[in-house]
Structures are given as C-alpha cells and as structure tokens.
Nanobody
Framework: QVQLVESGGGLVQAGGSLRLSCAAS????????MGWFRQAAGKEREFVAA???????YYVDSVKGRFTISRDDAKNTVYLQMNSLKLGDTAVYYC?????????????????WGQGTQVTVSS
C-alpha cells in the first residue's frame, strides 16, 4: 500500500509561482510512475504531468514550458514547480502513483492517489 500526501497549494496571483510536493510512503516508490492531475470545478480530472523512474517527463501541452515535474527518490517525494500561473490553472491538484511503471495520461491507470491540494490563481 502506498500513501500520498500533497502540500504546497494556495492562492497566488496570475504570473506567480507555486511548488507542490507529494510525499509517498512505500519502499518501491522509485519504481513507480508518478503523476500530477488536476480537476477544476465542474470539469473532469485531467492529466498534467508525469515522471518515470528514469527521469523521463511528460506534460500536457497547456503547461509545457511553465510547469516542471521532478522527483527525489531518496526522499520519496515528487514535486511540481508551477511558474507563470494562469487563471485557467485553478484546480485541485492530485498526486498519483502508477505501479506498472508505464507512463500514462489516463487517470484510471494510476493505482494510488493523494487527497488533493487546492491551487487558486487570482487576477
């Protein structure tokens, strides 16, 4: 069993930055694909970014060049650095883990989820 706990959300003005953290329990963290998803009010959950054990990263087009996903396996933690935030980035952000090791943008391919952290971007 893996438990994921997100932190770092909050209120930020458009153009600002936030860094989300996701602390994971479990000895096999380094083998998992770690992902970030987000869900805005009234919308479906959408893929944001993912990172494999090798460090290969994947992003949805809307965040490329603005968001950076990284991982520190020694700390069992994955990060999402979010720069140049836009109003449209407002959502609850979820950390997820896929034990298969195969990167995916589909939320139903992920086995473990955090409770979510709210990110609100204001004008």
């Amino acid at each position: 069993q893996v438990q994921l706990v997100e932190s770092g959300g909050g209120l930020v003005q458009a153009g600002g930055s936030l860094r989300l953290s996701c602390a994971a329990s479990g000895r096999t963290f380094s083998r998992y694909v770690m992902g970030w998803f987000r869900q805005a009010a009234g919308k479906e959950r959408e893929f944001v970014a993912a990172i494999r054990w090798s460090g290969t990263t994947y992003y949805v087009d809307s965040v490329k060049g603005r968001f950076t996903i990284s991982r520190d396996d020694a700390k069992n933690t994955v990060y999402l650095q979010m720069n140049s935030l836009k109003l449209g980035d407002t959502a609850v952000y979820y950390c997820a883990a896929d034990r298969s090791g195969a990167p995916s943008t589909r939320f139903d391919d992920y086995d473990y989820w955090g409770q979510g952290t709210q990110v609100t971007v204001s004008s």
